[in-house]
């Protein structure tokens, strides 16, 4: 990339030569680029603390969360019938399982959305 390209090539991405989901996974602030985005698996920090943004101001889209997670449970309990169907483990077997499966896919959504809303909204505010 040469050093005339300007921010725009990173659309979405201010700042940052990384993919979303692993900005999500790894919780990097879109300014910085610091692991400071989360301050739990799935609760925004307050404030960036490398270098103070505020990022719970540009978080306004939490009224999607409850479709986001209702979505996914949508699709894990269609999987979850599926592989029931088709391999008939046990009850013990599918808790053991479907169990850490819905609170990982859950998490990985939220922190997902919420990376994606916090950099779409700073984007908006760099305009």
Do not use: N
């Not at 996914?72 to 053991?96: F, K, M, N, Q, T």
């Not at 939220?110 to 809303?117: I, V």
């Amino acid at each position: 990339m040469s050093s005339d390209h300007g921010p725009s090539e990173q659309k979405g991405q201010p700042g940052l030569g990384v993919s979303l989901p692993r900005a999500a996974l790894s919780g990097l602030c879109p300014r910085c680029g610091a692991k400071t985005l989360f301050a739990a698996p799935a609760a925004l920090a307050h404030e960036c603390a490398a270098c103070g943004l505020d990022v719970l101001s540009l978080e306004r889209g939490g009224r999607f969360v409850g479709v986001i997670t209702m979505l996914l449970a949508l699709v894990l309990i269609l999987a979850a019938l599926g592989v029931d169907e088709w391999l008939r483990p046990p009850i013990w077997a599918s808790l053991l399982f479907w169990g850490p499966v819905t609170v990982g896919a859950v998490i990985f959504a939220l922190r997902f959305y919420k990376t994606m809303w916090v950099y779409h909204q700073y984007e908006e505010c760099q305009k």
